[in-house]
């Protein structure tokens, strides 16, 4: 079963403007991913944010993770058309060995 | 390029077939994961080797079998092939053995059944 569930399924603005993704999980994790794919492509990592930090930044992403409210977001600031791609958050279910469980993602398209 | 060799990229086969997917991980990398990903079921995660061993097991079809050779290397047989297999197949590979942090992923190979 997904662990990590995306809002919105899809995701459509304007080049220049702001996309906001939610993530939401259902037990505690050590980390929290957030990765991106082209249409039919490999996933590609983004940014990783455990469970004891609050806020990251990479370049024009942001991450917040609430692990009192299970959820995370991501922020991509003044988007470009090569932004249109997927992007799926991932969780590790925090005990043992436990491979990356992906949500269903989010579809962000980014109108030139 | 994230290092990670997948073949073939694309291959169209009938009901009832056997096909190999193979994978080359990163140099270094001794975890490989496999994961399907369909329209239907998103990216759902099969199943976790490191270095030779088996380490985790996910959704994985009993007509579904993998291994990880000594060179790192992995196979995927998907066997008695069904309409419903058809997705497309990542391996994705990095070093720890516990299945956290990063992991990098192929390209993929696309599996159609017909």
């Known amino acids: 079963s997904q662990q990590g569930e995306e809002d919105p399924q899809a995701l459509s603005i304007q080049e220049g403007e702001n996309a906001t993704m939610n993530c939401s999980y259902k037990t505690s994790i050590n980390n929290l991913q957030w990765y991106r794919q082209n249409s039919g492509r490999g996933l590609v990592h983004l940014i990783l944010i455990r469970s004891n930090e609050r806020e990251k930044h990479s370049g024009r992403l942001r991450v917040t993770l609430d692990t009192s409210k299970k959820s995370s977001s991501l922020l991509i600031t003044a988007s470009r058309a090569a932004d249109t791609a997927s992007y799926f958050c991932?969780?590790?279910?925090?005990?043992?060995?436990?491979?990356?469980?992906f949500g269903k993602g989010t579809r962000l398209s980014v109108i030139a | 390029d994230s290092g990670v060799t997948q073949t073939p990229k694309h291959l169209i086969t009938a009901t009832g077939q056997r096909v190999t997917l193979r994978c080359s991980p990163r140099?270094?990398?001794?975890?490989v994961y496999w994961y399907q990903q369909s329209l239907d079921q998103g990216l759902q995660f099969l199943i976790h080797?490191?270095?030779?061993?088996?380490?985790a097991k996910g959704n994985i079809l009993e007509r579904f079998s993998a291994q990880q050779f000594p060179d790192l290397h992995s196979e995927l047989n998907l066997s008695s092939l069904e309409l419903g297999d058809s997705a497309l197949y990542f391996c994705?590979?990095?070093?720890?053995?516990?299945?956290?942090?990063?992991?990098?992923f192929g390209e993929g190979s696309w599996l159609t059944v017909v």
């Open positions: 991932a969780t590790d279910a925090g005990e043992g060995n436990t491979p990356l469980v």
């Open positions: 080797y490191y270095n030779g061993e088996e380490r």
């Open positions: 140099s270094g990398d001794l975890s």
């Open positions: 994705a590979s990095s070093s720890p053995p516990d299945g956290r942090g990063t992991i990098y």
